[in-house]
């Protein structure tokens, strides 16, 4: 059975800190890591990683896969409010058979 | 591109009843999902479809639980009879084609609660 583990389950920081989250899989045939930021509603597509070593970034947002460890990361540096978010790790193993973490909750306080 | 659009936004019913929930997938995107959201067991894959083929099930709880797709624009989900278990958020997710690795593109999800 496809494991996945994130850590933390919750994290609350302050405005302009830098965060990292981390997850940690066992999966059947791993193709790729996707990372999710779920607000009030759907999940919405963050991040693709298929290769280790190679970081990933989308403005404060950053993350790498590392296929040795079993394990990604994703850092969010000068967090804002609008950050606050469950974060969802998602490997997966093709044919669209994706397997989600619990997520990560964080909140960013002024 | 309006999004996958799922109804109805909210459910309430009781025990027993028939529950039906709607998904209407992006246009070109040949994958659907259906996943159930709740608190003690996060975002769990219920049924998954290519082409309108009922792929894998295997999430399914139980006999209960019933999804069809008629056509490449439509998806239900079935619950009958209808428990308290069975709340949760359940989300609809379509992708497009891509050797199995495209990015699963969600729903808002329909909120049941069932008394």
């Known amino acids: 059975e496809d494991k996945v583990v994130q850590s933390p389950l919750s994290l609350v920081v302050h405005e302009g800190d830098t965060v990292t989250l981390n997850c940690s899989y066992e999966?059947?045939?791993?193709?790729?890591l996707l990372w999710y930021k779920q607000e009030k509603k759907a999940p919405t597509f963050l991040f693709m990683l298929?290769?280790?070593?190679i970081e990933k970034k989308s403005g404060r947002l950053s993350s790498i896969l590392d296929k040795k460890e079993l394990s990604s990361i994703l850092n969010i540096t000068a967090t804002q409010t609008g950050d606050s978010a469950i974060y969802l790790c998602?490997?997966?193993?093709?044919?669209?058979?994706?397997?989600f973490g619990t997520g990560t909750k964080l909140q960013v306080i002024p | 591109d309006a999004g996958v659009i799922q109804s109805p936004r909210h459910e309430v019913t009781e025990m027993g009843q028939e529950v039906t929930l709607r998904c209407k997938p992006i246009?070109?995107?040949?994958?659907l999902f259906w996943y159930r959201q709740t608190m003690m067991r996060g975002l769990e894959l219920l049924i998954y479809?290519?082409?309108?083929?009922?792929?894998?099930d295997s999430g399914m709880p139980e006999d209960r639980f019933s999804a069809k797709m008629p056509n490449a624009s439509f998806s239900t989900l079935k619950i009958q009879p209808s428990e308290p278990r069975d709340s949760a958020v359940y989300f609809c997710?379509?992708?497009?084609?891509?050797?199995?690795?495209?990015?699963?593109?969600f729903g808002n999800g329909t909120r049941l609660t069932v008394t």
């Open positions: 997710a379509s992708s497009p084609p891509g050797q199995g690795n495209s990015p699963l593109h």
């Open positions: 998602a490997p997966s193993r093709g044919y669209q058979k994706v397997t």
């Open positions: 246009s070109g995107h040949d994958y």
């Open positions: 479809f290519n082409n309108n083929v009922p792929i894998d």
């Open positions: 298929t290769s280790s070593g």
């Open positions: 999966v059947t045939n791993f193709r790729s």
